[in-house]
């Protein structure tokens, strides 16, 4: 199998493995409300948390972290090489925050984005995490420690691994534009004051 059909078939598998919106399914399965009309709309974990509550919101985080772990571990044994893996994870974030399952209507990829940032710079990954953890346990702001996250993260990358590459650099960077991108109403409320910090539960 030649390079490049390599590439297709990680970024292929990724895309819809991404596509699979664990909070949109686990809403089917429970009778919940259409995420794409409740709170901010997203299909992600934090949605889902405000929404349904708690258990059905960890459900969703795992779920949307596994699916990245599972894409990145897919690119690995294809391809044999952290390039395959960051690849495919960056289809399967495409593939959460643009799903061509649900009309291109996803999550903010924050989940995601951590399960590919462990399995490709691990190191990175897990500081950039724990300091998100953090600034969320501090401010109780999801979006800030979110948007942090990816920001540290690639500015880790850029500086310590990337060795120059300027690839690595715009993939990196690419994960975090995604996810601020993915954030803008958010950081619209920011501004306002009127972003709901953790524990306030949507009002259906």
Same mark, same amino acid.
């Given at each position: 199998?030649? &390079?490049t059909?390599? %590439?297709?078939?990680?970024?292929v598998?990724? %895309?819809?493995?991404?596509?699979?919106?664990?909070?949109?399914?686990? !809403?089917k399965?429970?009778?919940g409300p &259409?995420?794409?009309?409740?709170?901010s *709309?997203?299909? *992600?974990? !934090?949605?889902?948390?405000?929404?349904m509550?708690?258990?059905?919101?960890?459900?969703?985080? /795992?779920? &949307?972290f596994a699916k990245?772990v599972i894409a990145? *571990?897919?690119?690995w044994?294809?391809g044999? &090489? +952290?390039?395959y893996?960051?690849?495919?994870?960056?289809a399967?974030?495409?593939?959460h925050?643009w799903?061509?399952?649900f009309?291109?209507?996803? *999550?903010?990829?924050?989940?995601?984005?951590?399960?590919?940032?462990?399995m490709t710079?691990?190191?990175?990954? #897990?500081?950039?995490?724990?300091?998100?953890? $953090?600034?969320? $346990?501090?401010?109780?702001?999801i979006s800030v420690? !979110?948007?942090l996250?990816?920001?540290? /993260? $690639?500015?880790?990358?850029? +500086?310590? %691994? #990337? @060795?120059g590459?300027?690839?690595?650099?715009?993939?990196?960077w690419?994960?975090a534009?995604?996810?601020i991108? @993915?954030?803008?109403?958010?950081?619209?409320?920011?501004? !306002?004051?009127?972003?709901?910090?953790i524990? @306030?539960?949507e009002?259906?």
């Open positions: 199998m030649s &390079d059909v390599k %590439y297709i078939l990680v970024i598998l990724g %895309y819809l493995l991404g596509s699979v919106s664990v909070g949109i399914i686990l !809403s399965l429970t009778h &259409d995420l794409h009309k409740v709170g *709309g997203s299909t *992600g974990a !934090s949605n889902v948390l405000r929404t509550g708690t258990k059905w919101g960890v459900l969703t985080l /795992f779920g &949307d990245a990145c *571990g897919i690119g044994w294809v044999g &090489d +952290i390039t893996a960051m690849v495919a994870g960056l399967c974030i495409i593939g925050n799903p061509v399952f009309n291109m209507e996803g *999550g903010k990829g924050v989940a995601a984005s951590c399960g590919v940032v462990l710079y691990p190191v990175a990954g #897990a500081i950039s995490i724990l300091i998100c953890i $953090a600034v969320i $346990a501090i401010f109780r702001y420690g !979110s948007m996250l990816v920001t540290l /993260f $690639a500015l880790i990358v850029s +500086i310590f %691994y #990337a @060795q590459n300027v690839l690595i650099i715009l993939w990196a690419l994960i534009l995604m996810c991108f @993915q954030h803008r109403t958010n950081i619209q409320r920011l501004k !306002s004051g009127k972003e709901r910090k524990g @306030q539960k009002k259906l």
